[in-house]
């Protein structure tokens, strides 16, 4: 739940990037530190292990400039992708406003992108949220690993697996050149802020 | 209690609590959050340079994680935590199940002194939540 400070002016609102492991939920937060630094006052934190995962989250506050009068800050975590760090990534879902499921466009991955996003479904229920109601915008990650022979899932097989029942919007991306990463970013900014103004009025 | 939006009137009566009874003790920055890592309020003694929204987050990872451990060996809850460094030190503590009070001092406050002070701050933001 975003909180609105009335006599700062200040909206903060929470967006969480998740998906299966090695997927690029950290990459897309890296790219957006690098590209946008000018608006990022403050160091991105990253709790990781000692091979480079993730262990808790990591996190990005980004000013986004003014709505009406109000200070918009965008606060980007990420979640753990490994399977073993379920009950953490619950904790980082907590008073989400908008999520990017991030899904791995690789072949072999097809599986474990169906089971994070089931398990992203019953993890929100526990804070009797519903995937069908939160802002969500789906990122086939990963789409120029074709140009390197490797196998990837066509867009209309992902959209068959994860978006037949959500209908959200969805981008092919590639984290680590940055395609795609900016709209994906600017899409799930943009669906968050009109519910959170929806729920206001 | 709706904690999304608070009144100007009721950080304002926040703010002069967390002043008068933390920041003129001698307590370097206090801050209030919730469990998502929203900042609720802020205050410091106008020469602290910390990162607030980082801290934050990190306060509200932090005792989540305290809070589950608790659960795991059949607590309710570790109500309050704190950190001690050379030169500061950070107390956490529960003001109810959704707000958190972090106060970051020095060496020149004793801990004890500062959690009678906290006891009776939280006490008085509850009053000024609960008159809504």
Redesign the interface.
């Known amino acids: ?7 700062d002016k200040v909206v ?1 609102v ?1 967006i969480v990037y998740y998906g299966p492991g090695r997927c690029g939920k950290t990459t897309n937060l890296e790219y957006v530190n690098r590209t946008y630094k000018k608006q990022i006052v ?2 991105m ?1 990253s ?1 990781k292990t000692h091979g480079d995962r993730t262990l ?2 990591d ?1 990005l ?1 980004f000013d986004m400039g003014k709505i009406k009068g109000y200070d918009i ?1 965008i ?1 980007l ?1 990420t979640v753990p992708g490994q399977v073993k760090y379920n ?2 990534r619950k ?2 879902l ?3 406003d908008g999520i990017v499921f991030v899904a791995d466009a690789m072949a072999k991955q097809r599986s474990k992108n169906i089971r994070s996003l089931n398990q992203l479904h019953e993890n929100l229920q526990s804070y009797k949220e519903s995937i069908f109601n939160i802002p969500l915008v789906l990122q086939y990650n990963k789409v120029d690993l074709k140009e390197h022979g490797i196998p990837i899932l066509p867009t209309s097989v992902l959209e068959k697996d994860l978006n037949s029942r959500l209908k959200v919007p969805y981008y092919e991306a590639s984290a680590i050149t940055g395609y795609n990463v900016a709209a994906t970013l600017k899409k799930i900014i943009s669906s968050t802020v009109v519910s959170i103004q929806k729920k206001l009025l | 209690m709706n904690y999304g939006i608070v009144s100007q009137e009721q950080l304002e009566q926040i703010d002069t609590i967390l002043s008068d009874k933390l920041i003129k003790l001698g307590v370097d920055c206090v801050i209030i959050i919730d469990m998502a890592g929203n900042i609720i309020t802020a205050r410091d003694n106008g020469e602290s340079k910390y990162d607030v929204y980082s801290f934050a987050a990190l306060a509200a990872g932090n005792f989540a994680t305290v809070d589950a451990m608790a659960k795991l060996v059949g607590e309710q809850e570790f109500s309050l935590l704190f950190h001690k460094g050379q030169e500061s030190n950070i107390h956490f503590s529960k003001i109810d199940d959704e707000l958190l009070l972090i106060s970051m001092f020095g060496r020149e406050i004793s801990l004890g002194f500062l959690r009678l002070n906290v006891v009776d701050v939280i006490e008085k933001i509850r009053k000024v939540w609960g008159s809504k």
């Open positions: 739940m975003s909180f609105i400070n009335l006599k903060q929470k403050s160091e934190v709790l808790f989250f996190f506050p800050k606060q975590y009950a953490t904790l980082v907590r008073g989400v």
